[in-house]
């Protein structure tokens, strides 16, 4: 099958004296999920960076280098000479970390790679100078290695782009620098609800799968299927018992790091270790819905 979660770690800012970094936030997850799974630096083969709104608006270099650089993925523990970790980055807002668990699981099931990161960390990118930036700094890291007969099994991806002009991010010139501005209509959230469903209608649809066939589903942003499935649409898919309590996660407003803080919820769940297949649904601007279906291996 896929590749394998070895470990989850979300990383929030602490600090009130100055601003997060999201380098840092990306970092501090990614050493601490490591530390969880025992493993060191120079396993990481692959590192991919999600993250969109970053401090300062840097987009040039790739961000996941000096990811790569501070977790020290290709500093002096690699083992062999010549070895280099491959880092790059993604972006697809909300649903990017998603993307990137399909990229290495790629790697990982062809043999490329033996293990793993994705990482983010969001920030606003000129505190108290952005406008309408409304999302919690936070980062995360998610580490995967190979999973004999476990793992992901499918990903899909969806976009409603007739909604797209519900949720916008811009960069202006504001005369002396890059001024990042959010901009979210009011009808954008219940949009997500349905476009969350829609998608999730179809994936089950087109793997031939019923909601029986599915034991846990694990959603960001919070509530966007719980209040769907407590409520069934014209095509009924999920039970709300299926569905994460959303009202277990954070009540700030999340992004590229979302959906890892709801699968970090999840695994401290009671519900978790009797799951045996559990789908990750993702839902950002645009509207676009990534899903992945993840079959945990056996205890």
Same mark, same amino acid.
């Given at each position: &099958? ?6 989850? *770690?979300?990383a929030g800012h ?9 380098? $840092? ?10 530390? @969880?799974? !025992? ?19 840097? &987009? ?7 990811? #790569?650089?501070?977790? +020290? ?23 990017? &970390?998603?993307?990137?668990? #399909?990229?290495?699981d790629g790697f ?27 999302? $919690?700094? /936070? ?22 782009? #007739?909604? !797209?002009? /519900?949720?916008?991010?811009?960069i202006r010139w ?18 997500? +609800? ?18 029986? =066939? *599915? ?24 039970? $709300?018992? #299926?569905?994460? =309590? $959303? =009202?277990?996660? %954070? ?12 699968? %970090? ?27 992945? @279906? ?6």
């Amino acid at each position: &099958m896929g590749a394998v979660i070895e470990a989850v *770690v979300t990383a929030g800012h602490t600090s009130s004296d100055r601003p997060p970094s999201s380098t $840092a936030l990306a970092v501090e997850a990614a050493r601490r999920t490591l530390a @969880s799974a !025992a493993r060191r630096p120079d396993a990481i083969d692959l590192l991919v960076n999600a993250s969109v709104y970053r401090a300062a608006n840097i &987009m040039e270099p790739a961000n996941a280098a000096f990811v #790569q650089r501070d977790v +020290e993925a290709d500093g002096e523990f690699a083992p062999v000479k010549g070895r280099r970790t491959l880092s790059f980055d993604i972006s697809n807002g909300a649903c990017g &970390m998603v993307n990137g668990l #399909q990229v290495v699981d790629g790697f990982i099931t062809s043999g490329a790679a033996r293990h793993g990161l994705v990482v983010t960390g969001d920030v606003d990118p000129l505190p108290g100078r952005s406008e309408g930036y409304p999302y $919690a700094p /936070l980062g995360a890291a998610i580490l995967l290695g190979p999973g004999g007969d476990a793992g992901f099994e499918a990903f899909a991806l969806r976009s409603y782009p #007739q909604y !797209a002009d /519900l949720h916008t991010s811009t960069i202006r010139w504001s005369g002396t620098e890059h001024v990042v501005g959010v901009h979210e209509d009011s009808a954008f959230h219940a949009r997500c +609800e349905e476009c969350a469903d829609a998608a999730l209608t179809a994936f089950l649809d087109e793997r031939r799968l019923t909601p029986d =066939d *599915v034991d846990l589903v694990v959603a960001s942003p919070p509530g966007v299927l719980k209040r769907r499935s407590s409520s069934p649409p014209a095509h009924p898919t999920l039970r $709300a018992d #299926q569905v994460l =309590d $959303a =009202d277990s996660l %954070e009540p700030a407003r999340v992004h590229t790091a979302g959906i890892a803080l709801a699968l %970090e919820s999840a695994l401290r769940s009671p519900r978790y270790p009797s799951a045996g297949r559990v789908l990750l649904v993702a839902v950002g601007s645009g509207i676009t819905v990534a899903i992945a @279906s993840y079959r945990k291996p056996r205890s």
